[in-house]
T-cell receptor, first 114, second 115 residues
Framework: AQKVTQAQTEISVVEKEDVTLDCVYE???????LFWYKQPPSGELVFLIR??????QNEISGRYSWNFQKSTSSFNFTITASQVVDSAVYFC???????????FGSGTQLTVLP | AAGVIQSPRHLIKEKRETATLKCYPI?????VYWYQQGPGQDPQFLIS???????DKGSIPDRFSAQQFSDYHSELNMSSLELGDSALYFC??????????????FGSGTQLSVL
């Protein structure tokens, strides 16, 4: 069975602060994929990043960075210099095995205050 | 660029009625996925189709059925609606070849309210 845990239900920060969203996963698959999606108030799911289980390199994309650590089964997401437009629910998701199914975490509601 | 199109955006039904949700994938995407997101919940996988055949099945109730047509659009049919079916229903598509770990492109969802 696969499981994704996002322990932070809600986070509030003031604009320009850095914020890290935690994600811990469980899987028995040796090959798996991790994703982050953003769901703004408008409701759509926006793809942010994908990582496979063999690639532990951290990645930076603009103000976004991701820290994948297999040893702790974590795939954390950091937003640097947060902006009000970053306010959204952020979902971490896992795909493992042969089935093309995403298992989502419960999401973290990020509110960036002006 | 064309995105995944879902219709309708909003749907209001009463208990025991039926509903049909439609999904038009991105052109040349042959795989379609359906997810259900209840209020304050994470999206749950329902079912997927590849080349018009069901490929995976998740937590889809027996009251629901789905299919993918020759033009690759998909429809989710929901019968005997219950209050608990109120949710945001997402469709996603992925391109061919759609191997594991491929990026899913999500539509904006259909918000179904059952009264």
């Amino acid at each position: 069975a696969q499981k994704v845990t996002q322990a932070q239900t809600e986070i509030s920060v003031v604009e320009k602060e850095d914020v890290t969203l935690d994600c811990v996963y469980e899987t028995r698959d040796t090959t798996y994929y991790l994703f982050w999606y953003k769901q703004p108030p408008s409701g759509e799911l926006v793809f942010l990043i994908r990582r496979n289980s063999f690639d532990e390199q951290n990645e930076i994309s603009g103000r976004y960075s991701w820290n994948f650590q297999k040893s702790t089964s974590s795939f954390n997401f950091t937003i640097t210099a947060s902006q009000v437009v970053d306010s959204a629910v952020y979902f971490c998701a896992l795909e493992g095995g042969s089935a093309r199914q995403l298992t989502f975490g419960s999401g973290t509601q990020l509110t960036v205050l002006p | 660029a064309a995105g995944v199109i879902q219709s309708p955006r909003h749907l209001i039904k009463e208990k025991r009625e039926t509903a049909t949700l439609k999904c038009y994938p991105i052109p040349r995407h042959d795989t379609v996925y359906w997810y259900q997101q209840g209020p304050g919940q994470d999206p749950q996988f329902l079912i997927s189709f590849y080349e018009k055949m069901q490929s995976d099945k998740g937590s889809i109730p027996d009251r629901f059925s789905a299919q993918q047509f020759s033009d690759y659009h998909s429809e989710l049919n929901m019968s005997s609606l219950e209050l608990g079916d109120s949710a945001l229903y997402f469709c996603a598509s992925s391109p061919s070849p759609g191997g594991p770990g491929g990026k899913l492109f999500f539509g904006s969802g259909t918000q179904l309210s059952v009264l």
